[in-house]
T-cell receptor, first 117, second 118 residues
Framework: GAVVSQHPSWVICKSGTSVKIECRSL??????MFWYRQFPKQSLMLMAT?????????EQGVEKDKFLINHASLTLSTLTVTSAHPEDSSFYIC?????????????FGSGTQLSVL | AQSVTQLDSQVPVFEEAPVELRCNYS??????LFWYVQYPNQGLQLLLK??????LVESINGFEAEFNKSQTSFHLRKPSVHISDTAEYFC????????????????FGQGTILTVHP
């Protein structure tokens, strides 16, 4: 069945480093992908909606210049955390809609645990 | 806007015991409701969803959830749990819009860690 592949599964980096996270839809095309993050003991929060071929839509309070989203193809969206700091340490997870077939389905990646030292 | 509250952050139970994971939501518009499960070291998976029709929905592995509009609740239940049910469970909602549902924009609860002991 349809799967969303997210890479890497974990990253440890020094403060000031930029980190790129990839989200790929396998076996289906995703015109829209979503990026969430989850701080410890908190719920998943939507950060932004990634639209293929256009600019991402960011939720209130999310810095678009810090969290760069690129959705250059129908199967790949990337999230780049620029100049990461310890407060950016979090669990980032993407999701993608599979709109082929009669029923729309949503699939999640396995997530990326980012630890900024 | 929507909000989701999962009343228990952790629920420990013994194997073969019944379990209920509670979820309440608030929304100014109608919503669709979901339960997702995250097993250790795996991604989120859809467990079950309520879109319309019967307020009682079931999953293939024995879980069920009942949508109660008056109480704005969507509690998850299983009459007899297994060790393999140990996971974190998330309740989520998405607003109903005129053009159909956008499954992507979900509002999640804080999650409930279910630990099944032998």
């Amino acid at each position: 069945g349809a799967v969303v592949s997210q890479h890497p599964s974990w990253v440890i980096c020094k403060s000031g480093t930029s980190v790129k996270i990839e989200c790929r839809s396998l076996d289906f095309q995703a015109t829209t992908m979503f990026w969430y993050r989850q701080f410890p003991k908190q719920s998943l929060m939507l950060m932004a909606t990634s639209n293929e071929g256009s600019k991402a839509t960011y939720e209130q309070g999310v810095e678009k210049d810090k969290f760069l989203i690129n959705h250059a193809s129908l199967t790949l969206s990337t999230l780049t955390v620029t100049s990461a700091h310890p407060e950016d340490s979090s669990f980032y997870i993407c999701s993608a809609n599979d709109r082929t077939g009669a029923n729309e389905k949503l699939f999640f990646g396995s997530g990326t645990q980012l630890s900024v030292l | 806007a929507q909000s989701v509250t999962q009343l228990d952050s952790q629920v420990p139970v013994f194997e073969e015991a019944p379990v209920e994971l509670r979820c309440n939501y608030s929304s100014s518009v109608s919503v669709y409701l979901f339960w997702y499960v995250q097993y250790p070291n795996q991604g989120l998976q859809l467990l079950l969803k309520y879109l319309s029709g019967s307020t009682l929905v079931e999953s293939i592995n024995g879980f069920e959830a009942e949508f109660n509009k008056s109480q704005t609740s969507f509690h998850l239940r299983k009459p007899s749990v297994h060790i393999s049910d140990t996971a974190e469970y998330f309740c989520a909602v998405t607003p109903l819009n005129a053009g159909g549902t956008s499954y992507g924009k979900l509002t999640f609860g804080q999650g409930t860690i279910l630990t099944v002991h032998p």
